[in-house]
């Protein structure tokens, strides 16, 4: 008889189960039988267990074959070697300090070795950097030796040894750490014609039967394996050869922050040893940054057909993008640019505006190791440039009505889900370069945060900062890159507070007063200052605006103090769709955020 009942479809114990006793019901042989008693139930366990077992087995077993649905690390990291493609490794984090040395005896040199260790303590843990190489010194002031920036990085140096075996089929040579940093790996190889250091090779271009080169994949257990050449392409090493392979192993974004450091052993029998972070040109310490974790499943899944695309060239917009990115964790957005787009175009340039966690832009150290790794990837004819990203932030004012007879919740109760809103929504839908910001679907976002919310009223207005020395003269130019509200009736040197203004600024002090900026919406920027309890005064006119450019500037701009570190620029966009493009990054804070929550019963 033929089978019309048995579901094949559905991934389900008791349905098989169900459909099974359906089938056997059907059966003149058991027509009379109860498939509910003990015995025939078991029967039909054992029976719908080994359906299911071998279902889900096989719906695994078939998951794991493509890239797209594996879920296991291991199967997802070999298929990334059909791509050519490397899973990102744990990342050291990176710090550039100044070392002072005093040696205990008159010297000419010291020399300060690789894997010198250095303590530090970020959020009450302790990390180790040390150095990545010998670094002799000879330059001294009076017998204090000096080495200025001077890279060092978290974690310590490991080595694996293996031997070359012939003997052994397909011998395997596997890295045992899985917190490695690859970017740290050195391979040596030593036989009876002495030891030579063979280079990490990405491709076989330009490669010979006597290159000394290794290849790097990843292996099982999150770990990376190195594999040699076949005399064809890349030298093989001998049998018997010994084989040292050198690396850091770290904690990765752990240590990140990291500025103060202690020595902790003697550099060339000395302990008067003294090491200091390197300032920024705001006299801020530099502190420790690029420290990563490896590569989600995610990224790997997203990386590996693209970068299979680049073939390690930078070609595209994207081939930028997902170049560094991948070699540069540390990058939190990035935008590639063409110089033809600007005016005057500056042919044979590209241009890379990089946001970097843990900092406000791009310090011209990361330009100069960015720029260095990207040189020899790009086409000779090609110039990159990294520049400083310019960032505007939003600022919200809101109020929101909700149902109270909808909810059990309380007005702060609403106010933290609206905030936890606006702040996911910005990391979605902002938080990046080339943005479109379209306020109403802000709104919308607000308004489906609970079903109580009845309606969101909000003022929308975008800032910039500028951070002027104090009692000196400066000069500004602001350029918001986008057209600003030009509707507004001219404001008199005289007026009340509340009088809509496109410009307007956080407080400063001016010539002893507390004062602020606002234009005369009429293309004039001034300094104005509180004269009563709800009136304006003109103190003096600083600079200009252009509403169609979005274009500020002042001059001879004078404050003794401002509040924070920065003084922030407020303007209103001439509409609520907004084009971020280039270098403008944008992103909306949390302390940006005012929400006033109002309870109503909606009848």
Not at 364 to 382: Q, S
Not at 510 to 517: D, I, P, S, V
């Amino acid at each position: 008889m033929a089978n019309t009942v048995i579901n094949l479809v559905d991934l389900d114990f008791n349905k098989y189960k169900e459909t099974l006793k359906a089938y056997a019901r059907e059966q003149k042989l058991f027509k009379d039988y109860d498939f509910d008693g003990s015995n025939m139930s078991v029967l039909n366990d054992i029976l719908a267990y080994n359906t299911y077992h071998n279902a889900f087995y096989l719906n695994m077993l078939f998951s794991e074959m493509f890239l797209d649905s594996a879920q296991l690390r291991n199967s997802i990291a070999s298929h990334s070697k059909d791509l050519n493609y490397v899973p990102r490794s744990f990342r050291s984090a990176k710090a550039i300090v100044n070392i002072d040395i005093t040696p205990d005896s008159p010297a000419t040199q010291v020399t300060i070795p690789k894997n010198q260790p250095f303590s530090t303590r970020v959020n009450s843990q302790t990390f180790q950097f040390v150095t990545a190489e010998n670094i002799v010194v000879t330059k001294q002031n009076r017998g204090v030796f000096t080495a200025a920036n001077v890279e060092i990085y978290e974690g310590t140096y490991f080595v694996d040894t293996f031997y070359s075996n012939y003997a052994i089929e397909r011998q395997r040579f596997v890295l045992s750490n899985p917190t490695i940093d690859t970017t740290s790996l050195t391979v040596v190889v030593s036989d009876d014609d002495g030891a030579e250091t063979y280079r990490l090779a990405t491709s076989f271009l330009g490669l010979g039967a006597k290159s000394k080169v290794f290849f790097l994949q990843a292996a099982e257990g999150d770990k990376y394996e190195i594999t040699f050449g076949n005399d064809i392409i890349g030298t093989r090493p001998k049998n018997g050869a010994t084989i040292f392979a050198e690396y850091r192993i770290c904690n990765g974004e752990l240590s990140n922050g990291a500025y103060e450091f202690t020595n902790d052993r003697n550099i060339s029998g000395s302990g008067n040893v003294a090491i200091t972070a390197v300032r920024d040109s705001d006299g801020n310490y530099i502190r420790a940054s690029g420290g990563a974790v490896y590569e989600s499943l995610d990224e790997i899944r997203f990386n590996a057909p693209r970068h299979y695309q680049t073939q390690e060239r930078a070609i595209t917009r994207n081939d930028y993008r997902l170049l560094l990115t991948k070699q540069f964790p540390e990058i939190n957005a990035l935008s590639v640019y063409g110089g033809e787009k600007l005016s005057p175009p500056q042919y044979g340039r590209v241009f890379i505006a990089c946001d970097l966690f843990g900092f406000d832009g791009i310090p011209d150290y990361k330009k100069e190791e960015f720029k260095k790794w990207l040189t020899t990837r790009m086409p000779v004819t090609l110039e990159p440039v990294f520049v400083d990203p310019t960032f505007t932030f939003g600022a919200l004012d809101m109020n929101v009505r909700y149902d109270q007879n909808k909810t059990d919740l309380t007005a702060a109760d609403i106010q933290t889900r609206v905030l936890d809103t606006v702040v996911q929504y910005s990391a979605k839908e902002f938080n990046d370069f080339n943005n479109t910001v379209r306020f109403s679907k802000l709104i919308t976002a607000i308004d489906d945060t609970h079903p109580s919310i009845l309606s969101t009223e909000a003022t929308f207005r975008l800032y910039k900062t500028i951070k002027p020395q104090i009692s000196v003269s400066s000069s500004f130019t602001i350029d918001f890159s986008f057209s600003l509200k030009n509707t507004l009736p001219n404001l008199a040197n005289v007026h009340q507070v509340r009088k809509e203004k496109v410009l307007s600024s956080t407080p400063f002090t001016y010539e002893g007063k507390a004062c602020t900026l606002e234009d005369d919406n009429n293309g004039v920027v001034r300094i104005v200052a509180v004269t009563s309890e709800r009136t304006l005064s003109v103190v003096k006119e600083i600079g200009t605006i252009d509403y169609n450019k979005g274009l500020i500037k002042l001059s001879n701009f004078i404050v003794t103090a401002f509040n924070g570190n920065a003084i922030k620029i407020y303007v209103v966009p001439r509409t609520n769709d907004v084009d971020f493009t280039r270098s403008d990054y944008f992103e909306i804070k949390s302390e940006d955020v005012d929400i006033t929550v109002i309870g109503v019963r909606d009848s």
